[in-house]
């Protein structure tokens, strides 16, 4: 057992799993990896916790949708790779060799390697906390 300085106590309540988010704006498709994810309510509703830092947030902000992918363990470097660079200059689809696919009821692709893959509506934004409620 280690000592952890109280703002790092967050990570040993970290909520999970990891999941991949994907985004549509300006005629591109966009993916995050997301690792903050709650239900809120079996309805259902979730959340994810992003904002203004991160490439996918206007979208999110703008179009008010997305799509919560369920990767595998197998895709585990994939995930690693699509967090570590940006949208913003990054064809994450192409890069990381993954497979969109249309959905039914959000602009936003699923990913077909994914095992499930949740269409959202962005119903709030708590941006006093970053959370977008889906």
């Known amino acids: 057992m280690q000592q952890l300085n109280l703002n790092q106590a967050f990570t040993l309540i ?14 591109k498709d966009n993916i995050m990896t997301i690792s903050w994810t709650m ?61 969109p696919v249309p959905a039914r009821q959000v602009r936003p692709p699923l990913i077909k390697e994914c095992v499930a893959n949740i269409e959202c509506q962005v119903i709030d934004i708590i941006e006093r906390h970053d959370i977008v409620v889906l």
């Not at 509703?45 to 363990?73: D, M, Q, Y």
């Open 14 to 27: 970290e909520p999970g799993p990891v999941v991949l988010v994907t985004t549509h704006d300006a005629g």
């Open 39 to 99: 239900v809120m309510d079996f309805k259902p509703v979730f959340a994810i916790t992003t904002g203004a830092w991160n490439h996918s947030f206007a979208a999110l902000r703008k179009h008010r949708e997305c799509v919560i992918a369920i990767p595998t363990v197998d895709l585990l470097d994939k995930v690693v790779g699509i967090g570590t660079c940006s949208g913003s200059d990054t064809h994450k689809f192409s890069r990381f060799g993954l497979t």
